[in-house]
């Protein structure tokens, strides 16, 4: 099955920075690539997606980028700000299911 | 419009007791989706609901462990004879549609299960 791998598990970034998320799959037929994000005491929410026809895509102050030969997309935050405190998933779509990846915890350092 | 709900927010229960979880998933949203999500950890898929199609039980971790949707609404997931480890979040989640298509998964604020 899908194999989903997420990093790092944990970043902290001083507020203005931007913060970079990387998560490698397994399965080559993957055609989708969200990203969620989970604040405490909630549950997950889609921020950003691409399909895999797509290099790129740009949402304000966040991207997300696709290398499909290399089998990772990742996410771009650029300008953080206390709000962006959380837990991101990156979740690819294997067979007809999202396979989530363990998540990384960003911290923003005021 | 109004999101997934779930009930009960949190639930605390004896081992050995059986517990029941609710999810109204948002209207018009044939899929359905349980997940369970331990304290720091990442989503564990239980079971999937599309539409009048035969339910993806695939995820379940033990027989203790069903599920079912009524009407294609509300989802109730059944744990029996509960275990401590089975203390964790469930959440729950629906999408306009499963399968093939690109559609957003829309989550409740989940149930957190304590099993004393």
């Known amino acids: 099955g899908e194999n989903v791998e997420q990093h790092p598990s944990t970043l902290s970034v001083q507020e203005g920075d931007s913060a970079v998320i990387k998560c490698t799959y397994s399965?080559?037929?993957?055609?989708?690539f969200p990203w969620y994000k989970q604040e405490l005491g909630k549950g997950p929410q889609l921020i950003i997606d691409?399909?895999?026809n797509v290099g790129e895509k740009k949402d304000q102050r966040i991207a997300v980028t696709l290398n499909k030969t290399a089998k990772h997309f990742s996410l771009h935050i650029t300008e953080t700000q206390p709000e962006d405190s959380a837990v991101y998933f990156c979740?690819?779509?294997?067979?007809?299911?999202?396979?989530w990846g363990a998540g990384t915890k960003l911290i923003i350092k005021p | 419009g109004a999101g997934v709900s779930q009930s009960p927010s949190n639930k605390v229960t004896e081992k050995g007791k059986d517990v029941e979880l609710r999810c109204d998933p948002i209207?018009?949203?044939?899929?359905l989706y349980w997940y369970r999500q331990s304290l720091g950890q990442g989503l564990e898929f239980l079971i999937y609901?599309?539409?009048?199609?035969?339910?993806?039980k695939s995820g379940l971790p033990s027989d203790r462990f069903s599920a079912e949707r009524t009407g294609g609404s509300v989802s109730t997931l059944t744990i029996q004879r509960t275990q401590q480890e089975d203390s964790a979040v469930y959440l729950c989640?629906?999408?306009?549609?499963?399968?093939?298509?690109?559609?957003?998964?829309?989550f409740g604020p989940g149930t957190r299960l304590t099993v004393l």
């Open positions: 989640a629906s999408s306009y549609r499963g399968g093939s298509s690109y559609n957003e998964q829309f």
């Open positions: 209207s018009g949203h044939t899929a």
């Open positions: 399965d080559s037929a993957s055609n989708y």
């Open positions: 609901f599309q539409g009048n199609s035969a339910p993806d």
């Open positions: 979740a690819p779509r294997g067979n007809y299911q999202l396979i």
């Open positions: 691409i399909r895999s």
